[in-house]
């Protein structure tokens, strides 16, 4: 098991926020991230930056690119700012070069991701109007009710489906399942009409005083006369306020030369990158804002409902150098923890009553923030720390069973659990006793640590200890 403790005051909240990991994954980015700090590596313990080093160090910078599915034109254009501001006499004297490297590269990884979080439009006099295009297969439905879900959650907003996809088979019964979860309205009608389900969508919440109307259009295998006339009649009719492109980002150079068809037709405003949690290399995520011109607005990391996210250029950029991204991962735990419950929790873990009823909950509240790999991926250094265990939906249900098969005062007193309990448990979990006894072992150990850290009051040695996976093996 690795659990993993961060005291959230640091951030300005008062909350401990424990994240307990099991069986973890490596995380996105990660074939590119170890390339380019190998590449970096070799400039750490040196004087100076020489031309020599220069010039090694850009190399293995630009094959990682390549090797990661970037456009070719990015990666060149990338390397050659990389070595132009390197060479600047500010960089040549300074006292660490390898630091000053990376600081240089994350700075023009910024720049090519987009510099800034760039928001949806929001039309003058309601409702607004968001259209949803992309190629068969690129999460189209599912992003729409994602963003239904994230609009109406995070920015008060009353939004309506339009099921404007009506070629392709049970795509109208998906949307409606999927705002079923939600409780949103989807506006859909028997005719193949798609121009037709967009306009009635739009008088629809206009009639209903809902303000966001988000048009699931129709995809293809792959981009064809007919389905981009479709989707420009769809914008000449409607008028949308923003126009979303959703590209598959596991698809690499392809998608960002779909992106550039449908923009030349459509003249999108924003792009969407779904399956960020696939076997991608990164490529797409990459080059498609310098391609196309045009910025990455969400991101999505999984088919749950919940797991879409703004897409934050400065935040992407430390998460492909290793750095983590703290800020996203605090903000994922601020939304499951309120100041009251996580005082009851610092006060239980510093009086040592932290009882497994508390562990059980924590697990429950972690499951709520989202895909496990996506939150590894936040934090720094965890990637090399987890690289060669595996994640999956999965990944706490032994732990709940354990706990499950428990009576109360067994989860209250887990010092009470001796052979006969134990055995007992195991059977009923569908486990085994040695499973039970590392859990409660490893248990012991982390209410060890935390209350230690928590009188620390810091972050410090997070990732040490505890590295002994209890399940899986």
Request: aromatic share 4%; net charge negative.
């Amino acid at each position: 098991m690795l659990i993993i403790h961060l005291d959230v005051r640091i951030f300005g909240d008062s909350a401990i926020f424990e994240i307990l990991l099991l069986k973890c994954t490596c995380v996105m980015f990660e074939d590119l991230s170890s390339k380019i700090e190998s590449a970096v590596q070799s400039l750490k313990g040196q004087a100076r930056i020489t031309d020599v080093n220069i010039a090694e160090t850009v190399r293995e910078i630009r094959r990682a690119l390549l090797d990661a599915d970037v456009n070719l034109e990015v990666a060149r254009r990338f390397t050659d700012e990389v070595k132009e501001r390197v060479m600047g006499s500010d960089v040549l004297n300074s006292v660490n070069p390898g630091q000053q490297f990376t600081k240089i590269v994350y700075d023009e990884m910024v720049k090519i991701l987009g510099e800034e979080r760039s928001d949806i439009a929001v039309a003058h006099q309601p409702p607004t109007v968001i259209l949803i295009a992309g190629l068969q297969g690129s999460g189209k439905t599912t992003f729409s009710a994602k963003l239904a879900r994230y609009l109406k959650q995070e920015n008060n907003r009353n939004p309506i489906l339009a099921a404007a996809d009506v070629y392709r088979p049970a795509a109208i019964d998906q949307l409606k399942t999927l705002a079923g979860e939600i409780d949103v309205p989807v506006y859909s009608i028997e005719q193949k009409d798609a121009v037709r389900v967009a306009k009635e969508a739009v008088s629809m919440a206009k009639s209903l005083a809902l303000d966001t109307v988000i048009i699931d259009t129709a995809g293809r295998l792959h981009v064809d006369e007919k389905m981009m006339d479709e989707v420009a009649e769809i914008k000449s009719s409607v008028e949308p306020d923003e126009i979303l492109f959703i590209v598959d980002a596991m698809t690499g150079q392809d998608a960002v030369n779909t992106a550039k068809a449908f923009n030349e037709t459509i003249d999108f405003d924003g792009v969407v990158l779904t399956k960020m949690d696939g076997d991608t290399r990164g490529g797409a995520a990459l080059s498609i804002r310098s391609v196309v011109e045009k910025p990455i607005k969400f991101m999505s990391t999984g088919e749950k409902l919940d797991a879409l996210s703004p897409f934050y250029p400065d935040r992407l950029a430390q998460r492909i150098l290793g750095m983590g991204d703290v800020v996203s991962l605090v903000e994922k735990a601020q939304q499951e923890y309120d100041e009251k419950q996580a005082k009851k929790l610092q006060e239980k873990i510093t009086s040592d009553k932290f009882d497994l009823v508390d562990f059980y909950d924590q697990i429950q509240k972690i499951k709520k923030m989202g895909d496990i790999s996506d939150l590894v991926g936040m934090i720094p250094g965890a990637g090399k720390a987890v690289e060669d265990a595996d994640l999956s939906e999965d990944t706490f249900k032994p732990i709940e069973a354990i706990i499950n098969s428990m009576t109360p005062e067994e989860r209250h007193n887990p010092e009470i659990l001796n052979g006969t309990r134990r055995r007992r448990i195991a059977k009923g979990s569908g486990t085994s006793v040695r499973e039970i006894n590392q859990l409660i072992k490893q248990f012991d150990q982390m209410k060890k640590m935390m209350k230690s850290m928590s009188k620390m009051g810091k972050m410090g040695q997070a990732m040490q200890g505890l590295k002994d996976l209890p399940f899986g093996k």
